[in-house]
């Protein structure tokens, strides 16, 4: 879905970074150099005076309703996004109007990728949840890549791992048992989610059994049989979309095909 990503030479100066409304800098300053999910959206060693220059480049936080379409497949690229807060889900459909959910995009991740190689999106992003975005425009930020090399290699660095992930699900759906399946799955949205990579954390999940059912390639009635033999197993417990991993160790063994628990599918 992402092969062919290039980045664009700059088609405006610098100095065009610079118009953006001064009473709204402080507000806009905490989404980048002070915000909460720098760490996340910008793991990579990018400098604080470098990234206090990304400051200068979000247009303004977008909020989405739950189901409310971020953009569609075939629109044209015209920022890049960061979520804040909730949820989003990105799918495709076929000629007959059936969906196929590819993946799922948690706080702190990067949306919009997918239009980069042609300058359109190839999938429609709606959220699952209320969503609050941090929106840039795609010509500003390519206008400071340009200039700083080490933004330009974190780029790089979040479309590699969203290439690494699509490969990720195309072989989990492809070849993996459903207990697999759900453990990996499990594993990676606690991986993911803030604070939530070890035993006793609790992970909301913001996406339906539907949804989930979609997107590992399942029947949604596995799904939920799947849940209730994990629970019962004592790996998770689950309290509506609340699940808490309580046997990490355990999880892994059933993502690495373990049998012992019984849980075929």
Do not use: W
Request: net charge neutral; proline share 3%.
């Amino acid at each position: 879905m992402l092969s062919g990503i290039r980045l664009r030479a700059p088609p405006i100066g610098y100095a065009s970074l610079m118009t953006i409304d001064a009473l709204n800098f402080l507000e806009v300053k905490k989404s980048c150099a002070e915000c909460s999910l720098a760490e996340i959206c910008l793991p990579a060693p990018v400098p604080l005076a470098e990234r206090a220059r990304l400051d200068q480049l979000v247009k303004s936080r977008k909020t989405l309703a739950r189901g409310e379409n971020l953009f569609a497949a075939g629109s044209a690229l015209k920022a890049i996004y960061v979520v804040r807060s909730g949820a989003l889900k990105s799918f495709i459909d076929d000629e007959d109007g059936n969906s196929q959910i590819l993946g799922f995009h948690l706080a702190g991740e990067v949306v919009g990728f997918d239009g980069l190689s042609d300058d359109r999106h190839r999938v429609h992003t709606s959220a699952l949840d209320k969503t609050s975005l941090c929106e840039v425009p795609i010509e500003r930020l390519m206008d400071l890549t340009a200039q700083i090399p080490s933004i330009q290699r974190q780029l790089l660095r979040i479309a590699s791992r969203e290439i690494g992930r699509d490969h990720d699900h195309m072989m989990i759906v492809g070849r993996q048992r459903a207990p697999v399946r759900m453990a990996l799955f499990l594993l990676d949205i606690s991986q993911r989610s803030q604070g939530c990579e070890d035993d006793g954390a609790d992970i909301r999940l913001l996406m339906s059994r539907y949804d989930i059912a979609n997107y590992l390639g399942l029947v949604v009635e596995t799904v939920s049989r799947l849940f209730t033999r994990f629970s019962e197993a004592g790996l998770i417990s689950v309290e509506r979309r609340v699940i808490r991993i309580l046997n990490r160790r355990g999880l892994l063994k059933v993502s690495h095909g373990a049998d012992e628990l019984d849980l075929a599918a």
